[in-house]
């Protein structure tokens, strides 16, 4: 494989000195690029998209050739493992993403398929391979799933939720049938992170989206417990670098110091955590990675900067700060104040590191 050229994001999660914060975005392949759109409207459809690896591809390095970013996210969906298991992935104007089937039996359960990541899923990881072509070493690549909680609730509703009605009632009443159900989807998960690792993904992170919807003893036993499964299968190194793994709860600033331990490298946190208390919490246990509030890009360029400054400063001194938003970056958002975000993090950040 190529050698890295930039190796700032994986040395800021595994706590190493670097020169300055590395950044990147949460959905920076995305809708408030014009060049993404144009993009999807040539693939067809989102799916589409996602499983043309070339064009999957492509959108993945749009926004590197805008901003300096530290590393590039492998353009996909979370809810690829669903769709493999024979649920029927779709998507609605204006509805996000639906099921053609859910899961809210035994029978249900026992009809998902049988599946293997680099079978199944092989669509994937010819976009890992193809991205990795094509970055040439600028950046490392991070590849990613849903956690198990995450993916069982559009699993178990049918789509996206706002008041988790059907899996709250299947994990507080069929606690049995809920741990049957998440238990498959996290072998399935590490399988497919494993397959990731093995295209060429460089960093790993579980998007718990839905981990934050459950009371602290439910995130414990439904998400933390199925995320830290997860983790203790997966490699430890790949191409003579260790892979660190990023989890990212939203909504799930409360739990720091038992995601800490979860055995994840870096801890993603939300706009709604004070970064400054954060790191006085789980001190060197783990990188922190966040957590600009993704609406701020809507405010002027002199206010997105005023806001990064106040960021890097609550982390203060030294090594494990990636800087990133708290959630995906919003589709109407100006290119240009991306920018002027990115500028931000790269001019003010320097300060609070003793260089490379």
């Not at 070339?54 to 901003?67: D, G, I, N």
């Not at 009605?165 to 994990?171: D, L, N, S």
Request: net charge negative; aromatic share 8%; with cysteine.
């Amino acid at each position: 494989m190529t050698e890295l050229k930039n190796d700032r994001f994986l040395r800021a999660l595994l706590r190493q000195d670097v020169d300055r914060t590395p950044v990147w975005m949460m959905r920076q392949a995305g809708r408030y690029l014009p060049e993404y759109r144009a993009t999807r409207a040539q693939a067809g459809s989102f799916l589409d998209l996602c499983k043309n690896a070339e064009l999957a591809c492509e959108v993945t390095v749009q926004p590197l050739r805008r901003y300096p970013m530290d590393a590039a996210i492998l353009f996909s969906d979370i809810l690829t493992v669903p769709d493999a298991l024979g649920l029927g992935l779709y998507f609605e104007e204006g509805e996000g993403p639906r099921f053609r089937k859910t899961v809210r039996s035994e029978a249900d359960l026992a009809s998902l398929n049988a599946i293997t990541a680099d079978d199944d899923l092989g669509y994937v990881m010819a976009a890992v391979r193809t991205i990795r072509r094509e970055l040439n070493g600028q950046v490392p690549l991070i590849g990613f799933s849903g956690s198990p909680w995450t993916l069982a609730t559009y699993m178990v509703e049918g789509g996206s939720s706002k008041d988790f009605a059907h899996v709250k009632t299947m994990a507080y009443d069929r606690p049995e049938l809920m741990h049957q159900l998440l238990s498959l989807l996290a072998d399935a998960v590490a399988d497919y992170l494993c397959a990731q690792v093995r295209a060429g993904a460089q960093a790993l992170q579980l998007f718990d989206t839905w981990g934050g919807s459950l009371s602290a003893a439910g995130y414990r036993e439904f998400s933390l417990k199925y995320m830290q499964r997860i983790i203790s299968r997966l490699p430890v190194e790949a191409e003579g670098r260790k892979v660190p793994v990023v989890v990212f709860t939203k909504g799930g600033g409360q739990w720091l110091n038992v995601i800490a331990e979860c055995g994840a490298q870096a801890v993603g946190i939300d706009w709604t955590t004070d970064i400054g208390a954060a790191r006085a919490l789980i001190g060197d246990r783990v990188a922190l990675q966040g957590n600009m509030d993704p609406a701020m890009l809507f405010a002027s360029p002199q206010r997105i900067r005023s806001e990064v400054a106040a960021i890097l400063a609550a982390y203060g001194h030294g090594a494990g700060h990636v800087f990133n938003l708290g959630h995906g970056i919003t589709p109407g958002v100006d290119p240009d104040h991306v920018t002027a975000f990115v500028d931000a993090v790269q001019d003010l950040s320097p300060q609070y590191h003793n260089g490379d």
